[in-house]
């Protein structure tokens, strides 16, 4: 059974870096579109980009220009950095697998990042 | 970008009723490249439908799936207690994915 893990701190100041980890285990990451997706308390969910097995991404463009997802294949878990952080940046974050036409099949529990001073 | 409009925002019913969810895309999605996913308080989202009509593994025959162009819908025929949640559209067709503002199902 495929079980995705995020971490990271759960609070990050104004202006700096939120930085996650999604571990995944029970299979592989190869061959497989994987996602970070956020949402805010109490609203709805905002895909933020994705990345190819291989190393390529494709991000929203709401947040390409503050946001990175990298890979790991050797420790199986991919990354998330996203500069500059603000406020409106606070979120539940989640990372999911994607297959193709599937969509998102898998899904981490989520973790709380709260931008705060 | 297409934006996806759900409705209701809010459907209240009672254990046995039958639903049905509206998801409306700003522009054709012409693969169905369309998904459904529930979300309990708490919880991540848990994909029901992809590419508008199929169901996902596990998931329980009273969820279908329909539509296609701009137009969908999710029908839950008899619904069971533990299925009063939030129900999201996404569109993965074309950059940027994105989500319907969500559905919830409430008891009547």
């Known amino acids: 059974q495929v079980q995705l893990q995020e971490s990271g701190p759960g609070l990050v100041k104004p202006s700096e870096t939120l930085s996650l980890t999604c571990t995944v285990s029970?299979?592989?990451?190869?061959?497989?579109?994987w996602s970070w997706i956020r949402q805010p308390p109490g609203k709805g969910l905002e895909w933020i980009g994705y990345l190819y097995y291989s190393g390529s991404t494709n991000y929203n463009p709401s947040l390409k220009s503050r946001v990175t997802i990298s890979v790991d294949t050797s420790k199986n878990h991919f990354s998330l950095e996203l500069t500059s952080v603000t406020a409106a940046d606070t979120a539940v974050y989640y990372c999911?697998?994607?297959?193709?036409?599937?969509?998102?099949?898998?899904w981490g529990q989520g973790t709380l990042v709260t931008v705060s001073s | 970008e297409i934006v996806l409009t759900q409705s209701p925002g809010t459907l209240s019913l009672s254990p046995g009723g039958r639903a049905t969810l509206s998801c409306r895309a700003s522009q054709s999605v012409t693969s169905n490249y369309l998904a459904w996913f529930q979300q309990k308080p708490g919880q991540a989202p848990r994909l029901l439908i992809y590419g508008a009509s199929s169901r996902a593994p596990g998931i329980p025959d009273r969820f279908s799936g329909s539509g296609s162009g701009t137009d969908f819908t999710l029908t839950i025929s008899r619904l069971e207690p533990e299925d009063f949640a939030v129900y999201y559209c996404q569109q993965y067709e074309t950059s940027p994915w994105t989500f319907g503002q969500g559905t919830k199902v409430e008891i009547k």
């Open positions: 999911a697998r994607g297959r193709g036409y599937v969509s998102f099949d898998y």
């Open positions: 029970g299979g592989s990451i190869s061959n497989y579109y």
